[in-house]
Nanobody, 118 residues
């Protein structure tokens, strides 16, 4: 059983920063990709940032230059550093891991609320 546990969400004023963490518990033989998604009320879940096995990163246009994704493979942990936060960044943030092997299992965290006040 693999669980993803997120932390670091909260309430921050516009212009502030937060750092989200997501750690996997349980055994994952390999991780192909780690990512952060978010879902605002009344909107679809969207990809925020992704880092794949070779270190390549990908960001949503709305967060480029403000957010940074990083990982610690030894700890099976992914981070999202969020700077210059805006009210429109308010959402529930979910981490996502894609495992290796023939099945490529997909794991989701439970979500952590980020609220940016104006």
């Amino acid at each position: 059983q693999v669980l993803l546990v997120e932390s670091g969400g909260g309430l921050v004023q516009a212009g502030g920063s937060l750092r989200l963490s997501c750690a996997a518990s349980g055994s994952i033989s390999s991780i192909l990709a780690m990512a952060w998604f978010r879902q605002a009320p009344g909107k679809q879940r969207e990809l925020v940032a992704q880092i794949i096995i070779n270190g390549f990163t990908n960001y949503a246009d709305s967060v480029k230059g403000r957010f940074s994704i990083s990982r610690d493979n030894a700890k099976s942990t992914v981070y999202l550093q969020m700077n210059s936060l805006k009210p429109e960044d308010t959402a529930i943030y979910y981490c996502n891991f894609v495992g290796g092997g023939t099945l490529n299992p997909v794991y989701w965290g439970q979500g952590t609320q980020v609220t940016v006040s104006s």
